[in-house]
């Protein structure tokens, strides 16, 4: 199954992409990518610490309807912590007004869904 061919543009590929992101040093990807673990964990170990867990369910389920705006909140809530500005846990209502003070900072984007009934030959009119 394995074709000569095929390994040989995968082999190119891979060159090119390694090319693209900064070389192809394997041990330079590799600490790269256990310098982000490490941070994830830092991250984590600190949210779990600074959030009850009501507070940890909101945020997950923020982070599932919104993952931007679910990182925003995480990382605004690290960086309380860091600067001592939260003490002890935060309940699931002081989490609900952090994510509202942070909505009315935010510009809100509007988005329209547009639905054409007649390109969509959807008319329920022909159904009789």
């Given amino acids: 199954m394995a074709d000569p061919e095929l390994e040989k543009i995968r082999q190119q590929r891979l060159a090119q992409l390694q090319a693209q992101h900064g070389g192809g040093d394997p041990n330079q990807a590799k600490a790269q990518e256990e310098r982000m673990q490490a941070m994830e964990e830092a991250k984590h170990s600190i949210l779990t610490q600074a959030l009850s867990q009501d507070a940890r369910a909101r945020l997950n389920i923020i982070k599932l309807g919104r993952p931007e705006k679910g990182a925003m909140v ?40 547009k639905f054409d009934r007649r390109r969509a030959a959807l008319d329920s009119d022909d159904d009789l």
């Fill in 74 to 113: 995480e990382n605004m809530i690290c960086r309380m912590v860091q600067m001592g500005q939260i003490r002890g846990k935060i309940s699931e209502q002081e989490l609900i007004q952090l994510v509202e003070s942070l909505n009315q900072q935010m510009p809100k984007s509007s988005s329209t869904v």
